[in-house]
Structure formats: structure tokens, C-alpha cells
């Protein structure tokens, strides 16, 4: 699998996992062979918009005006996923 550079490369949500809402768990979930990870509030936001390639700047783009006036929004969120990268959550394009 490529390195994937969170601020220039295009990315989306690894195939094998399955972004979804989950009844039981009244939560996000990823689900993988393995089972399955709950996703926080703020996480599903961020996952749901990679189900589709995106970058980071369109992402955060899209995350500021769903959510205007959040500080700290951009950092936030490139750490989120580059926690996401070393999980395999999402790869590269």
C-alpha cells in the first residue's frame, strides 16, 4: 500500500471497511472482517465525507460550512486522519 500524504493526496475509505449507522450501537461504525469500530460523533462527520476521493482542503472546506466558526477545525481534522491512515481506516487514491 502507498504512503498517503494527508495534506496533497487524494484519499478515500479503504475498501475493506464499511462506513455505516449502526442500530445496535446507536452510533457510526467501520465495519471490517474482523468487527467493527464505533465512531464518535465528530468522527462519523469526517468519515461519511470519505466515502467519496476527497482531499484535505475539501474536506475542511466542507466540514467550515457545515460547522462555521469552529476553531482549531483544519488541525483537528488532519489529525484525525493521519489516526485514520496508521488504523488503514482510509488510503489513497
Request: proline share 4%; glycine share 4%.
Amino acid at each position: 500500500m502507498s504512503s498517503l500524504n494527508i495534506d496533497l493526496d487524494q484519499f478515500s475509505i479503504n475498501p475493506q471497511y464499511r462506513f455505516q449507522w449502526e442500530e445496535a450501537q446507536e452510533c457510526h461504525v467501520l465495519l471490517f472482517p474482523e468487527g467493527l469500530v464505533k465512531l464518535s460523533g465528530s468522527a462519523a462527520e469526517i468519515m461519511q465525507r470519505c466515502q467519496q476521493p476527497t482531499t484535505l482542503a475539501a474536506l475542511v472546506d466542507e466540514l467550515q460550512q457545515t460547522f462555521p466558526g469552529v476553531e482549531g477545525l483544519e488541525n483537528d481534522v488532519r489529525e484525525f486522519l493521519n489516526d485514520a491512515q496508521e488504523q488503514d481506516w482510509i488510503v489513497s487514491i
